[in-house]
């Protein structure tokens, strides 16, 4: 079992709507939370960060971590064609050197 | 500028020849990384180095090798390409130091095609 699960979906969406992309993982002792945004042919970006359990809001982007579940959320509002791309979760530990990361979920936004 | 560079950003190679891709950094990070990226496998640690002296494996640094030439530059080569090499190759930094909030900023990636 990987450590983090992503579904790579790809996910269409039309304008203007909101768009979810969930990751779960198997390991408690993650704390830190990540989100990265990779256009076509460039590197991560990093999106959202987020420290332990709770939502964390930045314009149309809102990330949510549910540390009972093991699952973690990145919610576009008012989603734009511009927002297509594909979002890798990351996570890391409070220790330790390593960053795991999703396989990521491609989202296309159609005009 | 951009914050993270890497040379080449393609390249076409045939099996058995040596490749090395560069990577450097304007951040003034101490640590700093190198990643494959595979469709399906998303993003895999090679190697990583915290400083110039400090060189550590990855999850899949079979056939990979790296120098830490200075705190802003780390190559990484490959020694006898094949063709499972192809993939797409991430640099990232960080700052690390033991900073909770630590996060990775990436190059643009280099595109590596061995026939």
């Known amino acids: 079992q990987k450590e983090v699960e992503q579904d790579p979906g790809p996910l269409s969406v039309p304008e203007g709507a909101i768009v979810s992309l969930n990751c779960t993982y198997s390991?408690?002792?993650?704390?830190?939370f990540m989100w990265y945004r990779q256009y076509s042919r460039k590197g991560p970006e990093l999106l959202m960060y987020?420290?332990?359990?709770g939502n964390k809001e930045d314009g149309r982007f809102t990330a949510q971590v549910d540390k009972s579940s093991k699952y973690i959320s990145l919610f576009i509002r008012d989603s734009q064609p511009s927002d297509s791309a594909t979002y890798l979760c990351?996570?890391?530990?409070?220790?330790?050197?390593?960053?795991?990361f999703g396989t990521g979920t491609s989202l296309t936004v159609i005009p | 500028d951009a914050d993270v560079t890497q040379t080449p950003r393609n390249r076409i190679t045939k099996t058995g020849k040596r490749i090395m891709l560069e990577c450097s950094q304007t951040?003034?990070?101490?640590?700093m990384y190198w990643y494959r990226q595979d469709p399906g496998l998303g993003l895999r640690l090679i190697y990583y180095?915290?400083?110039?002296?400090?060189?550590n494996k990855g999850e899949i640094s079979d056939g990979y090798s790296v120098s830490r030439q200075a705190q802003a530059k780390f190559s990484l080569s490959l020694e006898s390409a094949i063709p499972n090499q192809t993939a797409l190759y991430f640099c990232?930094?960080?700052?690390?130091?033991?900073?909770?909030?630590?996060?990775?900023?990436f190059g643009p990636g280099t595109r590596l095609t061995v026939l």
């Open positions: 990232a930094t960080s700052v690390g130091g033991g900073m909770g909030t630590d996060t990775q900023y």
């Open positions: 990351a996570m890391r530990m409070r220790t330790g050197n390593q960053f795991y």
């Open positions: 951040k003034g990070h101490d640590r």
């Open positions: 987020t420290y332990s359990s």
């Open positions: 180095s915290f400083d110039v002296k400090d060189i």
């Open positions: 390991n408690s002792a993650f704390q830190y």
